[in-house]
Structure formats: structure tokens, C-alpha cells
């Protein structure tokens, strides 16, 4: 009976680390996902910027703004 009450409460630790190590392998790929789109968006918003001053042209424009959407959720 003791043999199995230990095997029962490492079976039981064991996965608890588990979870907890999947739960910040989760969170830190929502924060790298969340820092992607919040770079993905102020590129975006310097590239209307550019485009609308007239440094770059319509074709540019158009192929980098493909190039963020390509990369990112959001977009």
C-alpha cells in the first residue's frame, strides 16, 4: 500500500510540473506572437506613412505591405 501512495503522489508531482511547463511554454508564445504583430503593426503604419509622403512608390508600397500580411494574424 505504501508502494503505491508513493507511486500515486510522484505520478501526481511529475505532472503537475508538466503543467506548469507547458503553461509558459504557452505564454511565451503568445508574448513573441503578441511583440511580432505589435512590430508588424508599426511597420505597417511607417510604411502608409512613407507612401503617403512619397518616398516610395505605389509598387513598392504594395509589395512590402504583401510582405507583413504574409507574416502576420492580424493583418
Known amino acids: 500500500m505504501k508502494t503505491l501512495m508513493l507511486v500515486l503522489v ?18 511565451r508564445a503568445l508574448g513573441t506572437g503578441a511583440g511580432y504583430e505589435i512590430d508588424a503593426s508599426s511597420k505597417t503604419d511607417d510604411l502608409e506613412s512613407d ?10 508600397y504594395l509589395a512590402r505591405k504583401s510582405q507583413l500580411e504574409k507574416g502576420s494574424i492580424v493583418y
Do not use: M, W
Not at 10 to 27: H, K, M, P, T
Open 10 to 27: 510522484l505520478l501526481i508531482g511529475v505532472s503537475q510540473s508538466g503543467c506548469v511547463f507547458l503553461g509558459g511554454a504557452a505564454l
Open 51 to 60: 507612401y503617403k509622403a512619397e518616398r516610395i512608390s505605389r509598387s513598392e
